[in-house]
């Protein structure tokens, strides 16, 4: 594997993902020399949005053996969120996330009463609370990502930012404009894009590199399940404001997370196409909405989308959101020698495996991954990549393919909600902001989005409304 590979999503990547895995997200930091900045060599970190996955992040981060690392601020929107993710945090075993609270993290976890933080400014606060060379982690979301890396660049802070990054272009453009900042800055920039550091899909990945798929023809990926997430939604209650119901429901809603599409399934779409090596050109897509009885929010039950890349590759992507179906989470790639399992089940999940020819078939298997238990976790050997690189002050930014994941992930979802072919030039282009003045609300402000006499939102109509998604 590359040398560099910690750097998987860095600068010089043209159209396709960077060909470096994450290797060095292994490295035993037990034996890394402390050159943090902090005069104790601490690495401090304040959490924004204190949801499920942002309290992932930070148990994650506590876990990073061999390093001091300290939770010293907390912010949300709501107070409840704080209160909750403290105590998974604190107690025993969480057996929500697939890593283990253990005994030591109440000593990591500095947050009172007076850095915990609450309002749509809370954001500067917690991040008021660290020193340059700490870390940022930005977990609200999607909305609010532009905002929260432009201070913590501004601070000199290093980074974790949850996927996706943005739902449009003009977003999109303005965080790639704050990297050229932190690049120039010398911070580290971690995405929650962790299947690039899924031990299974790296090997894999290698392997697809030297050849023994041969060319890659077809890539099929699935995500199909029932309800989840705030996916659903029924007509706002009165309380609280609209606006911050909404960010509630952030599944519900384009403007704040991209729907589902964009959130749920951004990481398939992701890992194909760095196995890939390459990001789709285009995109053309359908799906529909029959079961969501008197549900308001904006998505589609189901969709269907087929990715096409410059060498006319294909990448069929299906995801689904309905009670009663059949389920299916994992992904598949057919090349022209042989075929593979990349992830089994979930957005990343192993064994990996390769077969001879174009038959699954357990006979036909030629190779299956294996991993060491410590490096079962990608989400794990993603922080230990980025503290790595912040103790030993290596390069580390993996924006521009976070961003590359957001746009061509909402290519797909404009694809379908349009009943367009929708090419990345296009998108790249365009114009259209879904959360214009962010920087400005307060508790009172309007949402984006403003509901009807009836409580519905406008939802796609595909062939109807073609230049913009509803």
Same mark, same amino acid.
């Given at each position: ?250 599944? =519900?809603? +384009?403007?704040?997370? !991209? #729907?589902?599409? *964009?959130? &749920?399934?951004?990481?398939?779409? $992701? ?71 990349? =992830?089994? +089940?979930?957005?990343? !999940? #192993?064994?990996? *495996?390769? &077969?001879?020819?174009?038959?699954? $078939? ?89 509901? $009807? ?18």
């Amino acid at each position: 594997m590359s040398k560099n590979s910690q750097n998987s999503g860095g600068r010089g990547h043209r159209l396709s993902l960077g060909s470096q895995v994450g290797a060095a997200a292994g490295v035993a930091l037990a034996a890394v020399p402390h050159v943090h900045a902090a005069e104790d060599n601490t690495i401090r970190v304040a959490l924004i949005g204190c949801g499920f996955r942002g309290t992932g992040a930070v148990s994650n981060a506590l876990s990073v053996e061999g390093v001091p690392v300290r939770l010293v601020a907390m912010a949300d929107l709501f107070p409840n969120r704080i209160e909750s993710s403290l105590k998974n945090l604190t107690s025993a075993v969480d057996a929500r996330y697939d890593r283990l609270a253990h005994e030591g993290f109440e000593r990591q976890i500095d947050v009172g009463l007076d850095r915990q933080f609450v309002g749509f400014d809370a954001y500067k606060k917690a991040m008021d609370c660290l020193q340059p060379g700490d870390i940022a982690i930005l977990a609200t979301p999607l909305a609010f990502r532009w905002l929260h890396f432009g201070y913590a660049v501004a601070k000199g802070l290093n980074v974790f930012m949850e996927k996706p990054l943005t739902a449009d272009a003009v977003t999109s453009r303005r965080i790639l404009e704050l990297n050229r900042q932190a690049e120039a800055k010398n911070l580290k920039v971690a995405v929650g894009l962790m299947s690039r550091h899924a031990r299974n899909l790296q090997q894999l990945y290698q392997r697809v590199r030297d050849g023994e798929l041969g060319d890659i023809l077809l890539m099929r990926a699935y995500r199909m399940h029932g309800p989840g997430g705030t996916a659903f939604s029924q007509r706002w209650p009165g309380t609280p404001s609209e606006l911050l119901w909404q960010i509630q429901r952030f599944h =519900s809603f +384009i403007w704040a997370g !991209g #729907g589902v599409f *964009s959130d &749920f399934y951004i990481h398939l779409i $992701d890992h194909c196409c760095w196995l890939k090596d390459a990001w789709p050109v285009k995109a053309l897509g359908l799906g529909g909405r029959h079961d969501r009885g008197n549900c308001v929010d904006q998505n589609f039950d189901f969709y269907n989308v087929e990715y096409t890349f410059a060498d006319g590759t294909k990448l069929r992507f299906n995801g689904r959101c309905m009670h009663g179906t059949f389920s299916q989470f994992a992904s598949y790639l057919h090349g022209s020698k042989a075929c593979a399992i990349a =992830s089994r +089940i979930n957005d990343c !999940g #192993g064994p990996s *495996s390769m &077969f001879q020819g174009r038959s699954f $078939d357990k006979t036909a298997q030629v190779w299956q991954s294996e991993v060491p238990p410590r490096e079962i976790s990608p989400y794990q050997n993603h922080w230990n990549a980025l503290i790595a690189a912040v103790v030993e002050g290596r390069p580390f930014n993996e924006v521009e393919a976070g961003v590359m994941a957001s746009l061509v992930t909402s290519m797909g979802r404009k694809a379908a909600h349009t009943g367009t072919e929708v090419t990345l030039d296009e998108m790249l282009a365009s114009t259209e902001e879904y959360a214009p003045a962010l920087d400005q609300w307060t508790e009172d402000s309007a949402p984006p989005l403003r509901s $009807d006499a009836e409580g519905r939102y406008p939802v796609p109509q595909p062939g109807i409304v073609t230049d913009r998604e509803y």
